[in-house]
């Protein structure tokens, strides 16, 4: 048996959620609860969606990295921030800010890739 997925149309912004949760297993029938998964991901800051999509069309299929959404702490209690792409001018040169709370500060670009990384959003390039 084979599965084959295709992408039929791509969208303006591309969400990309981070499996950070994971079911524990106990001996080969029962299950635990809930642990949280702290791999560090190496997320690519752009993406070419093309050869996963049927209808490419004129907009093109590239893709490149905003923002990310991260997750610090466990399972019963942690803390959401994200890291963004501010200013004006293409996406892929716009400087990178941490967003936490109420606090907004310029960051290295280097620090984006954490292993509280969650969610990745990637906007269309034209």
């Known amino acids: 048996m084979t599965k084959k997925f295709d992408v039929w149309s791509l969208p303006e912004v591309l969400i990309v959620h981070l499996k950070r949760f ?24 752009e993406l070419d969606m093309s050869p996963y999509s049927l209808h490419v069309g004129e ?28 200013g004006t001018g293409p996406i892929e040169e716009r400087s990178w800010y941490e967003y936490n709370d109420s606090s907004v500060r310029a960051m290295d670009a280097n ?4 292993a509280a990384a969650y969610v990745l959003f990637y906007q269309r390039v034209h």
């Open 22 to 45: 994971e079911q524990q297993r106990y001996g080969n029938t029962g299950f635990g609860g809930l642990k949280k998964v702290d791999t560090v991901v190496d997320f690519p800051d």
């Open 59 to 86: 907009e093109g299929a590239r893709y490149s990295l905003f923002a990310v959404s991260n997750h610090s702490g466990g399972m019963g209690g942690g803390h959401y921030y994200a890291y963004a792409r501010g």
């Open 111 to 114: 620090r984006v890739r954490t």
